[in-house]
Structure formats: C-alpha cells, structure tokens
C-alpha cells in the first residue's frame, strides 16, 4: 500500500558557500513566519478535530491549510538543515527540492481521531529524535521559535538533524556540496517529521511509518566494505523481550572486556597498517570479529534481532554485519583517523539516540503483539549498520568512512517486501 | 572441628513462658505478623517449584529463541529460569509489602518493592551466566565427571564473593562513639578492630539489623540506620556490635564457606545425576532440570543450613554477653525485637527448621538469663 504522505527528493547536493555560511541568520524571517503560522494552526487543529469527529472527515478548507503549513514546515527544516540550498516560500507551495506529498482530505475513523493525540505520542518520541522536533517538521533543529511555541512543550531535539546541519555546514562550506549521506539522513528526519505532523494534523490518518523505504526514495547505499545483511521475521519472544537488558547483560559484560582488547588490538593494527598499508590479517579478523559482535549485542538488547547472540561475533546472526578481508587503506587516512573519525561519532551519538527510541517503543509493542514493528526494526537495523562502520573505521578494519544515508542496501540489490509496512500502527 | 563452639558445655537455659515476658497485645501482634508471612513463605515456595518443574519440561524449547551455541544458550535457559523465578514471586513480594505496610514495618511503594531490586536481579543473571559458563565449559571436556572440577571452582567462586562482599553496599563510617566502642570490644575479643560502617536503609525498611561481612582485610561490621534511629538504647546497639565482632571473633564466615565446600562436591554430583537423562550438563536442554534440582537441594537443606546459622548465632550472642556484660541490654534489645520488629517470640517448630537462621527471641532471652545466672 503506497505511503498517503511521501517525501520526494529532488536535491543536487550543490550548495552556495555564502547562503550556507548565513543560513541561520537568513531564516530569521522564517523564523518569525513559522511562529505566526503555528498560532493560527493550533486553533485550526483544534476546530478540525472537532469536525472529523462530527462529520468523520476533516473539512477541506482547513485540510489543504495544515497541508500547507506541514509542506512549509518541512521545507524549512530542510533547508535549515542543510538538506536542501533554495530559500524556501512562505506559503508551502509544492515543488522544493525536498518535499512532500500530501493525500486528499478523506474519511478517517472517529476512535481514531478521538485518541489522536494519545496515539501520536510514540511517533512524537521518535520524531524528536530522527526529525526536525517540531509540529511542522520545522526548524526545531536550530532551536526555532516554533518549535518553542507548542511542539516544543511535547518534546524537544531533533537530534540527527542537528547534528547533520551542524556536520553539513563545515563538509558545504568546504567541498560546495552536501555529502549525500548526511543529506538523505535530514531529509529522512524531515521526511518522518512530516509523516507525524499530517498524523497528528489529521491530514491523514496513516500511523507514521520510521521504515526509509516505506515513505520516500529508495535510498541506497554506495559500495562499502562493512554491509549489514537482516534476517529477521519480526516475530518476538514476549518472555526474553520482558527481560532484554538483564539478558543481555553477560553480553555487555564481555563486550566490556572484548573492547579493551579490541582498542589496544587497533592500536597495534594502526602502527602496522601505517607502515604496511594494509591491516595485519590476524588482527583484521580480531577486530572484524569484534565488530560485528557489538552490532549483534546492539541489534539484541534494542530488539532489532530476537535470538540471542553468540559471544564469538562469528557470522550468522539475524542482524549480521559483513565484513569483506583486509584490504589497503589510505596512510595518511589512517594517521589521522582518530580526528578523522569524530564527524562520524557524532552521527552515531544521533542514530544512537534514535537506536535507543526504537528499543523503547519496540519493547512495548513487541509486549503486546509479538512482533518488533517493521519500520522501528528498519531504522534499528540502519542505526546498527551504521554504527558498525564508524567502530570498523575507528578501528582501522576499513578506510571506508561511513555512510550517513538512511539505507539498508546497495542500489542494485533489491528491496525486501515490507510485510509489515505499517506494523508501527500497532504499537 | 566447624561445630565447635565458645558457648560452654551443658549450660542449662531457664525455661521462660512468653506470656510472662511479653504483653499479650504486643505477643499477638507479632505472632499473627508472622504468621501470615510464613503462609506467604509456603505460597512463594510451592509455585516457585511447580514453575520450575514446568520449565524442567517445556523449557528447553527456549532454546530456538538462541543463536549462540551451546554454552550460549545454556546461559539463555538460565537466565530465562531466572526470569520465570522472579516473574513467579512478583504476587508474594507485594503481598509481603502489603503486609509491612499494614503492620508499620515499611513504607516502601509496590512500585519501589516491584524495581528496587533489579540490580540485584542484574547480579544474579550474570552469576548464573558465570556459573553456567563454568559447568557446561567443564562437562564438555568431562561430560561425566564435570562436577568434581566445577565443585572447587564454586568454592573459589564463594570465597571471592565472601571476601569482596563488604564493598558491594553502599555505606558511611559510622560515629567517633560506636568506632569507640568497636575498637574496646574487638581487644576484648583478642582481635583486630574491622571496620564500623553504617547503611542507610530507611527508605525502604523500618526492621533493625546488622552484619558481619568479609575476612582478613576486608572484614567490616555494619549497622543498619534502623538500629540509629533512636529507638534502641545505647546499650543496646553496643550488644549488636558485639555480637556483630563475636562472628569475627568466631571466624563465623570463614566457617560458613568450609560448610558450603562440604556440601558443594555432593550438590553439583546430585545436580550431575539428574541431568543425565537430559544428556547431561554439557545440552543446553539439561539447564532447567538443574535449576529445579538446584532450587529443590537448597530447600531440602534449609533445615541444616538454618540449625548451623543458629549454631553461630548462638555462639555470638554469648560472646556478646561476655563482651558487654550486660544482661539487661541484651535482654531489652531482643525484647525490642518482638516488640519494634514484630518477629514471633516462640515461632512453631516447623518454621525454626525452615525459615530462622537465628534462635528465637525467647531462646535469646533465655541466654541472656542463663548468662546472668551463671555470671553472678
């Protein structure tokens, strides 16, 4: 079933030094206009719950108006963000670079619209996170005066976009464009902030789905030397869900002790790749082994995987991560790795939070029905590749630097059917 | 040699009637406090086996929930027992909170009683993480004989833990008055001065305690901020210390760790025999038969445990006696006891045997009063 609220990309990367520089202080008048917008909008809502509640459908007058102020939204996010370079209108009117698509007003289930706000609140949660932090999706990553005036009083961060217009606007200011990695993660966050807003709006009545595919372009990954491959049905044990953390704990114990080996094993790996050019196999497969220990432990404890792990890191788990045989690597690359390596951590510290929200919302839902919603797993599962290929580059295993996009997989692999596309419902 | 003891041979305990020692209302309420907590004792215990025995036999079917291996999922297995364990005394847990509550002995929430404990929980999933590693690494080298390597390592384990425990609660010195009293009790006592420390657990309880913990270097005393709270003497708090330090004196913990090493080399054979229709200890599948044999052995050996704790008991309450030299204080203290924390002056037979590791409060009494008599 086709996403109701999709997100459409059409951005070329390419930046102005100069815009990008100002960004901030450009948007002032956004800033003030979003403000404005959201004071009429709260009262709008309000008047159009009351409506799809008598009526069974929101008016159409006031559905094209929150559409506009969500596309509006989501259009200043993503140039604040740096997701996006033109300087947005002010009226929402489709056709920025990124944007998104918006359903017709339709019928919607009363109960539905009743507990909107009750229901919206793990979408809220997780938008806080991966998107913009605000009702509009906008401008919650800088802090705006919208976001304050009432999303900001349900939650506040907007964490990954923070930290990928914080890392944009050095990477944009040097090369002239936006790595297309970090700018398909905001548009990601603005893209899910959106699907929140119409929720909660009563644009449209589809619970947001926090699968990347599900709602936007296929994102893709370029070629990598650490891939993750899932292999999961979803389904949950209520039982080991219940005690996750305590279960997991022996496993924190001894990735504990198998980091402090693992960092001096880099070191060793650093001084010999410097002089060789390429990892020490031995030391490769330490590591190597390591990593993809810690993505299996990760991918347990935040239910991203249900069975639990082996404490060898060795290949096979629902959650794996692939890891291809020592290849050369860069010198100078690998002197200045630990400097090179901190954008990265920051991403992760993002995907991390992000990670952290999934786990909690998993663990209620995987409670009630078994199952780890499809979406939540998806991003789960991102989260983990991700962070996978930041230790794996920290730890000298690759000189590949990792990759921010919201992707599972390269661009010629195909996409796995989404049985449980909008499972996040549920939850 | 471990029953030896410094209370004197033949010392003839007066015989006292609990209607004389204690008020009536102040006897029945202790005894009807306790009687429902025994009730909730049996209760936990009956459901506690018949979850394990389910598990024995359906549980192994967790295994499929593991990607592990073998020494992994027997981990997993253990931890899931755990987990049912816990599950299955949440209702009794809060029925004794109920209880406190009713009867003023705490004030902690349903909530506090349901989390307060989870690292403890924590601690104890990865003991038997730990203690599995260790059996099914052994009985996949000696599938058979397993239990004579593992009995050692458990004894190893179990002194380690003795020894470290002192610095696993949080604690405060305790006052320039009881470090004092302490130092001038242990020279009685003809040994170094432990540690005093104190514990705040007014959040959770009103009951008065103390322990002795460690050995050698680590060996602490501590009181519990109940016993500070103003409600017993100073007298009486000097008798607790000195019982406290007649356990030191008495090598009591050492001792307990030579009981356990007795009993540690049978336990894990009994555990080894019934596992073996499983396959033995080195199949995953035989974790929850040995959960339900472990737990079966330790309420089966309750009784002895329990008849060598008061052994030791007794013999710090005498100590204590020859330290203060102070019947009265020892006597007001246990009173108290009844009185203040509701513990049954005289409790049936059957609960002596399974639930108290310290004689009664009318045994205490009537020590106390031997002492006097056999002092004058």
Known sequence: MDAPVRLVVTDDLRRSRLTVFFRLLLALPHFFWIVLWTIVVVPAAIICWFAALATGRPPTGLHRFLSAYIRYGAHLAAYLSLAANPYPGFTGEPGYPIDVELPEAAPQPRWKTALRLVLALPALLLAAVVGSGSIGGGGGGRGSGADESWGGFLFSGGGLLVVCAFLGWFATLALGRMPSGLRDLAAYGVGYSAQTSAYLLLVTDRYPSSDPDAAGPRWSLPPHAIGVEVDDDGRRSRLTVFFRLLLALPHFVWLTLWSVAAVLAALVNGIYTLVRGRSAAPLHRFLAAYVRYSAHVTAFATLVGNRFPGFTGAPGYAVDISIGAAERQSRWVTLFRTILVIPAFLVSGGLSAALAVVAFLGWFAALATGRMPEGLRRLGAIAVRYLAQTSAYWLIVTDDYPYASPALRAADEPIEPAAELHGEAAA | ?376
């Open chain 2, 1 to 376: 040699m471990l029953w030896q003891t410094r209370v004197p041979d033949g010392l003839r305990l007066p015989e006292l009637d609990n209607a004389r020692v204690f008020e009536g209302a102040a006897l029945e309420r202790a005894e009807t406090y306790e009687r429902f907590l025994r009730l909730d004792f049996i209760a936990s215990q009956l459901v506690l086996i018949v979850v394990l025995a389910l598990y024995a036999w359906r549980g192994a079917g967790f295994a499929r929930e593991s990607a592990a291996g073998r020494i992994g999922t027997g981990m997993l297995l253990g931890m899931i027992g755990l987990a049912l364990v816990w599950l299955s005394q949440v209702p009794f847990r809060l029925a004794e909170t109920w209880w406190d509550r009713r009867y003023d002995q705490s004030d902690a929430g349903y909530v506090t009683t349901l989390f307060e404990n989870w690292f403890a929980l924590g601690a104890e999933f990865l003991f038997i993480s730990l203690a599995l590693v260790i059996v099914m690494a052994l009985a996949g080298r000696f599938p058979r004989r397993w239990w004579i390597a593992a009995a050692p390592v458990f004894i190893g384990l179990a002194t380690l833990f003795a020894f470290v425990t002192p610095y696993l609660f949080p604690t405060e010195p305790a006052n320039a008055a009881l470090q004092a009293d302490a130092r001038r009790f242990a020279s009685a006592q003809e040994i170094e001065p432990p540690r005093l420390s104190v514990q705040d657990v007014s959040d959770f309880t009103d009951a008065p305690n103390a322990f002795a913990a460690g050995f050698g270097p680590t060996r602490r005393v501590v009181l519990w901020s109940t016993l500070l709270d103003g409600r017993f003497s100073e007298g009486e708090v000097e008798t607790v210390l000195a019982h406290e330090l007649g356990h030191h004196s008495g090598n009591h913990i050492l001792e307990s760790l030579a009981w356990y090493a007795l009993f540690a080399l049978p336990g894990t054979w009994l555990i080894a025999l019934a596992t073996r229709r499983r396959g033995g200890m080195r199949h995953p599948a035989a974790v929850p038969v040995s959960l339900l044999v472990l737990v079966v052995l330790q309420l089966g050996s309750l009784p002895l445990q329990n008849a060598i704790s008061r052994h030791m008991e007794e013999e710090a309450d005498w100590v204590a006696l020859e330290t203060t030299r102070d019947a009265d204080q020892a006597r007001g203290l246990f009173e108290k006891f009844t009185t203040l924390a509701l513990a049954d002056p005289d409790p049936p037979a059957w609960s002596t045997a399974l639930l108290d590791g310290h004689p009664s409060i009318l045994e205490r009494i009537e020590f106390a009063e031997a002492w006097r008599t056999r002092s004058r």
